[in-house]
């Protein structure tokens, strides 16, 4: 379910509203899981930074938010583009959504 959430949602455009309806649950509720998912995504990332280049959690979040600074986005957008090529990656890799 996070997975088809995170595609209807960033693929395919899909309100939150709809998304809700679509799984009969609220907008608020949709909303909530995206944002758990998110979350989940960010700190799988964040904990890999830290093992891969031996950063502290608080390096991680400041290379975090000036990548994100200067490509002219938020932390928030920064974080659903790595949502997004992590499943690209999946799918490429395992040829599953």
Do not use: P
Not at 46 to 60: F, N, R
Not at 75 to 82: A, D, H, P, S
């Amino acid at each position: 379910e996070d997975r088809l959430l995170l595609k209807l949602y960033y693929f395919e455009d899909m309100k939150l509203k709809d998304l809700g309806q679509m799984f009969g649950y609220h907008e608020a509720t949709a909303s909530r899981k995206i944002m758990r998912i998110q979350n989940e995504i960010r700190k799988s990332v964040e904990t890999i930074l830290q093992k891969t280049h031996s950063w502290s959690g608080d390096e991680v979040n400041r290379y975090l938010s000036e990548t994100a600074s200067k490509l002219g986005i938020s932390l928030e957008r920064l974080v659903g583009i790595i949502i997004i090529f992590a499943i690209v990656q999946e799918i490429l890799e395992k040829g599953v959504l």
